[in-house]
Each structure stands twice: as structure tokens, then as C-alpha cells.
């Protein structure tokens, strides 16, 4: 038990943590965007998975920022298949969604064994380049508390720093900007923004195609840096659980942030266990992040109702 | 008073006739994409199409096979049916199956199953524990506002890392390190329904027979009882249902406690069927959530179920045979599927490339999606 709470106060659990946390933050703000502008994008987790082969085949190629933008445009180009479907075709988006994720599931094996000539598992004899860390080695020269900070802030990639920021970002967008505001009454009340002359099926488009943009964003940051290289299935349900951290955060920027981090953080704790107890099976670990996210679902629909109580609403 | 009747039977041919249209037009358009795929990525595009189209009805084998496939398909697909005509997204089916399996073995692999009871106390207690399992997120969504599509996604991963844990430790095998348990006892396993000798139809057992009651349970539970009328009404209009005293959540609850007893079944008739006799980690090979489709072509008609499922599973047995014998991987399928779904579950018809350019003004939108549920 000691190691366990020496690992997990110390700086390198912090940064598996920032690293857990990137792509499934990067995932809760597609899916918020998704859920503010009204549809609830359960394609998260295909669109995540073709980000990831997507950048881990192009990164054979190009440069990583190049693979980094083609997850992305992978991402965004199935917002925008989903968002012809959902909205002009008028089929159920929770179908397209599952449309999506079962595309995602059987293509991106296919397009695995044909990238490597046959393997279905692994994109392990692929030279697959990954996205590069933030060396800060300098802010140790800082007196005093350097050291600390830099062991702290050193070492996290590229898409990390730009995920926190993109928290911000989508922030300022929502509460701060005229779209984000048309953006949340689109979800909340859609017939107001029609009569008020706002292009209610656009705002939805690009809020799925952003959606699906920020989700192979995630992916990249997945297959390009907490793990190089494309495996069979490898996001493991973490599009769903952002879907549920949408739920938990509030349907806010902040609350995404906190609830990825929550996460991000019991992942972590999947990702160090194994290496410290070896008496506790690795399935249960496994299946740490997905009760954690039940247990969170179930405690926040409770707050809410609470809430809803108190306001005299039934 | 008298052509009312004849009316109404005019209009159900037209709907059947129209649905059965789209339905192959979307088949068509899946397909012609296929054999691009195909055509691009294969060294012998030809043999591998005649595969994927032929193979399955080549030999009594296969054709067990197929027929097998068409079993397990009808069970998944009755068990979507239910839950979307009650426009509730419950994704549980997979871990349903998965929860259904262990009890099964867990009855099949105790004295029990030598005996008589292995096969109707194993479907029971698969049954029985599906229905549990479908019952959580119903009564969290009921109590709770708990969004269903989230919590029945995520109990699916727990059941299969449950189902990984048990077959590897506790659960007796024939040697250690083996992730399968032991064979059941015949009186465990579904006998086979056709023993001919020279004609081996093997893996067709008690199960297609099970599905086929399903199919008859699911449709009169839906339109001959007055659970299913309210059922129906709380999918058409979950709040009319309510004014018009209908408890909606008792129906929605019930609903997927109901398609949980059927994806049980279905763990019970992988794990106790011809094909496994056993319990393997990963049995169910995605098949579970393929029940989307089958349930959206058939548009969650309890009675076109089984009829999609023969059609998809000829396809789904013909890509795993193209897989065995040409370089196309049988997970090509996936984009069949996707495309199918997509096709079938928005306003696509044959005309529907006029009509994308007619660029007409998008009429007064209504919340184009269920995400209601999300709030």
C-alpha cells in the first residue's frame, strides 16, 4: 500500500496522468461541443479509432504534425458524414453514431491488414513516428523550486499543452462569442434561433464536424504518444467514457477538464497497478475506468435530480 | 364497413413493399461499394467477390453455418428490436450475452449439468441474469436520469473483463493457461436438430429452434398484449403515453429487462450450442451489436427479424469464409454493415440524389435527435 501512495504523489504519476487524461479531454470537449449544439455524439469512440490509424499510417510518411492533422481532418470528415445523414438524410444521430463506431471497428482492421500486408492485430512493423514532448529541462535552472517544476511541466506532449488550452478556448467560444452563444441555443431550443434567421442545420454541422475534429485529435494524441503505433481496437471505450464525462462535467468546459481528469487519473492508476501489486488480477484493473465511470454517472444524475427537486421541477 | 380491411391490407403491402426497396437498394449501394473496396485492394478481386457471394450456400457444412449465424442474429436483432420500438438506446445486448454465458456455465460445469436440467436450468439462469443485466441501466435511468446508451456501453466492458477474469482463474479447465473452460457434459449441450449420415450439417442445434419461439414471444408480447400497445405508444410518444396514464418508466424499464433476458439467451445459446460446448474469453466475436442492424433493416418488426438476419447472415458467413480462402479480410464487412445502417436509418430512397440537389430550403427543424435523453 505504501508504494502505492508514494507512486501516486509523486511526479511521474502526474504525468501519466496528463498523459491519460490528454485524449480523453480532447474526446469530452468534441463530444460537449457535440451535446451543446444538441446531438449526442456517441461516434466518439469510431471517430478516436480512425484518428488513430489514420495519423499512425500518414506518420509513415510525413512528419508527425502532418499525421497529427490528418487524425484531425479523419475526425472532422465523420462529423461531416454524420452530420449529412443526421440532418439533411433525417436519420436518428444516435443510429449514424453506431453507423460510425462499427465502420471504425471492422475498417480500421481492414485497413490495418491492408497498410501492413496482413496483420490484423498490430501496426508494429509499420515505422510509425509519434508526436513529440515539451523539453522545459531549462525552468530547473529557476532557484528553489525549479527542479520541482520542471518535473512537473516537463516531458508532456505537444497535444497536452494544446488540449489545455483548447479548454480556454472553448470556453471563450461558448460564453464569450456570438457563435457559442447561437451554438447553445441551437441545442437548447432550436425553433428560437430558426425565427431569430440563424442557419440552425449549419451551426449543427460544424458543431459535429468540431466534434468529430477534436475526437481525431484525441486519437492522434493516443496512437502517437501514449502508445506508437495502431492496436486492433485500442481505444477501449474511451470515446464512451468522454461521452460520459460530457455528463458529469455539467456540460461545461471546466467540468470536461475536472471529470477527464478524474478519469485520466484512475486510468493512470490501471496503467501503474499492475507494476506494483501482482497479486491483483489485470481484468479488474481494466475495468477500473468503466465502474469509475458508472459510479460518476450515477452520483452526478442524482446530484442533478437533487438539483431539479430543489428548483420545484418534477 | 367492408373495404376498410381491404384498405388497410393495401397499405401494409405498400409499406412492406416500400421497405423491402430501400432495404435492397441500400443492400446494393453496400455492396457495390464492397466490390470497389474489394477491386482495389485485392490481388484476385473476382475470386474473393465469389466467395463472399457464393460460399455460404456451397455445402450442407456451410450452410449450417449460415443457418447457425441466422439464429444467433434473430435473438440480437429481437433484443434491439424491443428496446428501440420503446425508443429507449440501450446498447447492452453484448454484455447480456456475455453475463448470460457464465450463468450458463456456471450451471452447465456444476452436477447439475450432467443431468437432465443442464439445458433448461442453463437458458434460465442465462435468462435470468440478462434480464438483470438489462435491468440496471433501465431502473438508473428510471430513478436516476441516467443516460442508458453510457451505462450499458460501459457495462458491456465490464462483463467482458468479468467473463476474461472468471474463465481464467476460477472457472475448471482442462489444463492451466488454457482461456477456455472445460467442455461441458452432453446433456449440457444443445443436441443437433439434423444428424444425416455424409450430410454434416453440424453447429445447427436446439438454438435455431429457440429463436424461432423468440420470435413469436417478442411478437405477441408487442402486439397482441396490452404491455406491448403501451410499449409501442411510449416509443411513438413517451409523454402522451404519460397523460394518457401510462407509467413510462415501468414500461421502458421493463422493456430492457426483457431484451436482457434475450441477450442471455443468446450467451447461453453461444457458450451451450454445437459451436462451443464450452465457455472461450471473447466467444461472441462482435456479433451482439450487429443486432443494430438487423433491428433497423427490419425496422424492430419482431416478424421481419428473422428474415433480415437470413439475408445478413449469408453476408456475414460469406465475409468470414472470403476471409479464410482469399487476401480480403472479412472485417470488410464493417463497411457493409455502416453503410447498410446509414442508408436504412435516414430518408434514403432511390431518388434521393435528386432530391440532394434540388437544394430545397431545410424545413423548421425539429430536436433532430434523442439527445433529450442526454439532459
Not at chain 1, 132 to 138: E, G
Not at chain 2, 45 to 69: C, M, N, V, Y
Not at chain 2, 140 to 160: D, F, R, T
Request: charged share 10%; aromatic share 10%; proline share 4%.
Amino acid at each position: 500500500m505504501m508504494e502505492l501512495l508514494i507512486t501516486v504523489f509523486s511526479a511521474t504519476f502526474f504525468v501519466t496522468i496528463i498523459r491519460t487524461t490528454t485524449p480523453l479531454l480532447l474526446a469530452t470537449l468534441g463530444g460537449l461541443i457535440a451535446d451543446l449544439g444538441g446531438a449526442l455524439n456517441v461516434a466518439l469512440e469510431g471517430m478516436m479509432l480512425i484518428g488513430c490509424l489514420t495519423a499512425v499510417i500518414v506518420s509513415v510518411y510525413a512528419p508527425w504534425y502532418v499525421a497529427v492533422a490528418a487524425g484531425l481532418g479523419a475526425g472532422a470528415l465523420l462529423g461531416l458524414i454524420m452530420a449529412f445523414f443526421a440532418f439533411r438524410l433525417k436519420a436518428d444521430i444516435i443510429l449514424v453514431g453506431f453507423a460510425i463506431n462499427i465502420l471504425a471497428a471492422g475498417g480500421t482492421v481492414f485497413a490495418l491488414a491492408i497498410a501492413t500486408g496482413g496483420d490484423k492485430g498490430t501496426s508494429i512493423n509499420l515505422q510509425s513516428k509519434a508526436v513529440p514532448a515539451v523539453d522545459l529541462s531549462f525552468l530547473s535552472a529557476i532557484p528553489g523550486i525549479g527542479p520541482v517544476l520542471k518535473s512537473f511541466l516537463s516531458g508532456h506532449s505537444v497535444l497536452s499543452w494544446l488540449a489545455a488550452f483548447l479548454v480556454f478556448a472553448v470556453w471563450y467560444f461558448l460564453y464569450r462569442t456570438p457563435w457559442g452563444l447561437w451554438l447553445r441555443g441551437v441545442g437548447e431550443y432550436p425553433a428560437a434561433p430558426e425565427a431569430a434567421g440563424i442557419p440552425v442545420n449549419k451551426i449543427r454541422t460544424l458543431s459535429l464536424v468540431v466534434s468529430g475534429a477534436l475526437a481525431g485529435l484525441g486519437g492522434a494524441q493516443l496512437a502517437m504518444f501514449n502508445y506508437v503505433g495502431f492496436t486492433r481496437d485500442m481505444t477501449a471505450g474511451r470515446g464512451f467514457i468522454a461521452l460520459g464525462a460530457v455528463l458529469l462535467g455539467a456540460r461545461h468546459p471546466v467540468g470536461a477538464l475536472l471529470a477527464a481528469l478524474l478519469f485520466g487519473a484512475f486510468e493512470a492508476l490501471a496503467v501503474v497497478m499492475p507494476g506494483l501489486f501482482n497479486d491483483i488480477p489485470a481484468e479488474l484493473i481494466r475495468m477500473i475506468p468503466f465502474v469509475v465511470t458508472i459510479a460518476a454517472l450515477v452520483l452526478f444524475s442524482i446530484r442533478a435530480q437533487r438539483a431539479l427537486a430543489l428548483r420545484g421541477v418534477k | 364497413m367492408s373495404n376498410i380491411p381491404a384498405i388497410d391490407r393495401n397499405s401494409r403491402w405498400k409499406t412492406i413493399r416500400r421497405e423491402v426497396g430501400r432495404a435492397v437498394g441500400a443492400l446494393a449501394i453496400a455492396l457495390l461499394v464492397t466490390f470497389i473496396v474489394v477491386l482495389l485492394t485485392s490481388k484476385a478481386p473476382l475470386e474473393a467477390i465469389t466467395q463472399l457471394l457464393t460460399a455460404p450456400a456451397s455445402k450442407p457444412r456451410t450452410i449450417g453455418l449460415w443457418l447457425d449465424d441466422v439464429a444467433k442474429l434473430t435473438i440480437t436483432g429481437l433484443a434491439f428490436s424491443l428496446v428501440f420500438q420503446a425508443r429507449q438506446f440501450a446498447m447492452g445486448v453484448q454484455g447480456q450475452v456475455y453475463i448470460g454465458a457464465l450463468a450458463a456455465s456456471y450451471v452447465a460445469l456444476s452436477p447439475l449439468g450432467a443431468s437432465w436440467a443442464g439445458i433448461p436450468l442453463g437458458i434460465t439462469a442465462a435468462m435470468l441474469a440478462g434480464a438483470i443485466y438489462g435491468f440496471l441501466p433501465g431502473i438508473a435511468k428510471a430513478k436516476l436520469g441516467a443516460n442508458e446508451i453510457v451505462s450499458s456501453l460501459m457495462l458491456n466492458y465490464i462483463a467482458i473483463e468479468v467473463c476474461n477474469f472468471l474463465v481464467r482463474t476460477s472457472l475448471p479447465k482442462p489444463q492451466p493457461g488454457v482461456l477456455t473452460t472445460n467442455d461441458f457434459p452432453d446433456s449440457a449441450v444443445f443436441p443437433q436438430l439434423i444428424k444425416f449420415d455424409g450430410l454434416n450439417v453440424t453447429r445447427l442445434d436446439l438454438g435455431l429452434v429457440f429463436a424461432l419461439i423468440a420470435v413469436l414471444v417478442v411478437w405477441f408480447a408487442l402486439y397482441r398484449t396490452s404491455w406491448g400497445l403501451k410499449l409501442r405508444l411510449v416509443g411513438h410518444n413517451a409523454r402522451f403515453a404519460e397523460y394518457s396514464g401510462i407509467k413510462a418508466t415501468f414500461i421502458m424499464v421493463s422493456a430492457m429487462t426483457a431484451s436482457g433476458a434475450l441477450g442471455g439467451l443468446l450467451g447461453s445459446m453461444f457458450v451451450q450450442g454445437q459451436g462451443y460446448g464450452k465457455l472461450t474469453v471473447l466467444f461472441e466475436g462482435g456479433l451482439a451489436f450487429e443486432g443494430i442492424l438487423v433491428a433497423i433493416v427490419a425496422r424492430s418488426r419482431p416478424l421481419a427479424v428473422p428474415i433480415v438476419a437470413l439475408f445478413y447472415g449469408y453476408l456475414r458467413q460469406g465475409a468470414q469464409l472470403m476471409n479464410i480462402r482469399t487476401d480480403v479480410p472479412a472485417e470488410v464487412i464493417g463497411v457493409v454493415t455502416a453503410i447498410i445502417i446509414l442508408l436504412v436509418s435516414s430518408s434514403f430512397s432511390l431518388n434521393f440524389i435528386t432530391r440532394l440537389f434540388k437544394r430545397s430550403p431545410a424545413p423548421a427543424a425539429a430536436p433532430a435527435t434523442v439527445g433529450g435523453a442526454a439532459k
